[in-house]
Every structure is written in structure tokens, then in C-alpha cells.
């Protein structure tokens, strides 16, 4: 087994049984369509939920590599949406958790 890093994905059968998963599935494709969905019905409680997707899983080794790019911006607009949303941010304690949140993903970028 081969391990280059401290996270449970960081190594050689970690990222095979995730990438199998994603594969059979298609979470992938079922984010995009739910993310784009959500977004053109302004549906802010959905939008969120697939960032929080994104922030746990679009990771190199757990995302599928074709589209971690590409889909890391779709999860960064959708974030930055969601911290100029008025109604969320008049909730106590959600803009900065917004706000942390789009902080992690911007400084996913590669």
C-alpha cells in the first residue's frame, strides 16, 4: 500500500475504493445537475447543501480528477452567491461561516 499523505484518501486503496464509489454513484453528476438546478430557482438552502458536498468530497483522489476544476469554480460562484444572499447573512453567525466556507474552497484552487 501506498501512502503519501496523512488523510484518510492519501493513499493507494483509500483513493481506488473512493474512486469506485464516485464512480458507480455518479454523485458527480447528480451534484451538477442538483447545483444547477438550485441556482437557476435562487434555491439558497440547496445551494448550500451542495457546496457543503463539495467541501467535503471535491478533493483530489475523491472527486472524480476530470471535473475538480472545473467544478471547484461552479462550488466557488455558488459560495460567493450564497454570502451576498441577504436573507442568509441576517442570520446570526452565517456570514462568517459563509464567508470561511468560500475561504476554503478559493484556496483550493490550483
Known amino acids: 500500500m501506498g501512502m503519501w499523505g496523512i488523510e484518510p484518501w492519501d493513499n493507494d486503496a483509500a483513493a481506488d ?3 469506485d464509489l ?4 455518479s454523485l458527480r ?3 451538477a445537475a442538483k447545483l444547477a438546478g438550485a441556482i ?3 434555491e439558497p438552502e440547496e445551494i448550500r ?3 457543503w458536498i463539495f467541501l467535503q468530497f471535491g478533493r483530489t483522489y475523491v472527486w472524480p480528477i476530470d471535473y475538480i476544476d ?3 469554480e461552479v462550488a466557488i460562484t455558488a459560495s ?3 454570502v451576498n444572499d441577504p436573507d442568509l447573512v441576517d442570520i446570526e453567525g452565517m456570514k462568517e461561516k459563509l464567508q470561511g466556507e468560500l475561504k476554503t474552497l478559493i ?3 490550483r
Not at 464516485?22 to 454513484?25: H, N
Request: charged fraction near 50%; aromatic fraction near 4%; charge should be negative.
Open 80 to 82: 460567493e452567491k450564497l
Open 17 to 19: 475504493l473512493i474512486g
Open 29 to 31: 453528476d447528480i451534484w
Open 49 to 51: 447543501a451542495c457546496v
Open 22 to 25: 464516485m464512480d458507480e454513484s
Open 70 to 72: 472545473e467544478d471547484l
Open 107 to 109: 484556496e483550493r484552487r
Open 40 to 42: 437557476e430557482e435562487d
